[in-house]
C-alpha cells in the first residue's frame, strides 16, 4: 500500500555530514508516523528518530540526539535524516518506516511498512 525507498547513503569519514532521504509512495495518510531504524552488523535493529507527517511530534535516540535530524517535505512525500558529525558506530544500513499507528513510536514492531535499506559506512 505504502512503498518506501531509502537514497543518500554511502562511504564518508568521520566527523562528515550525509543526508538520508524516503521517499515514499502509494496511499499514504495525513496521520501516518515516519520513523528512521538502524541495524549494524551483529547487532538488533535500533531506533534513530520519527515524526509524525505534521511535525508535531519528533523523538530522538540519545545516540543521535542532537547530531541527527529528522524533517519532512510534505509535497515532495519524503521524509529526510541530516546526519551530522558520523562517527565509525553510526555504521549501519539505515531503514526508513512508515506507521498508521498515528503515534510516535520507538518499537519496530509497530511500524506497517519499510524500505529496503541504505548502507551508511563511517571510516575513521
Known amino acids: 500500500q505504502v512503498q518506501l525507498v531509502e537514497s543518500g547513503g554511502g562511504l564518508v569519514q568521520a566527523g562528515d555530514s550525509l543526508r538520508l532521504s524516503c521517499a515514499a509512495s502509494g496511499r499514504t495518510f495525513s496521520s501516518i508516523i515516519m520513523g528512521w531504524f538502524r541495524q549494524a552488523p551483529g547487532k538488533e535493529r535500533e531506533f534513530v528518530a520519527a515524526?509524525?507527517?505534521?511535525?508535531?511530534?519528533?523523538f530522538y535516540a540519545d545516540s543521535v540526539k542532537g547530531r541527527f535530524t529528522i524533517s519532512r517535505d510534505i509535497a515532495q512525500n519524503t521524509v529526510y535524516l541530516q546526519m551530522q558529525s558520523l562517527r565509525p558506530e553510526d555504521t549501519a544500513v539505515y531503514y526508513c518506516?512508515?506507521?498508521?499507528?498515528?503515534?510516535?513510536?520507538?518499537?519496530?514492531?509497530?511500524?506497517?511498512?519499510w524500505g529496503p535499506g541504505s548502507q551508511v559506512t563511517v571510516s575513521s
Open positions: 518506516a512508515a506507521a498508521r499507528s498515528g503515534y510516535v513510536s520507538k518499537l519496530s514492531y509497530e511500524y506497517d511498512y
Open positions: 515524526t509524525t507527517w505534521t511535525g508535531s511530534t519528533i
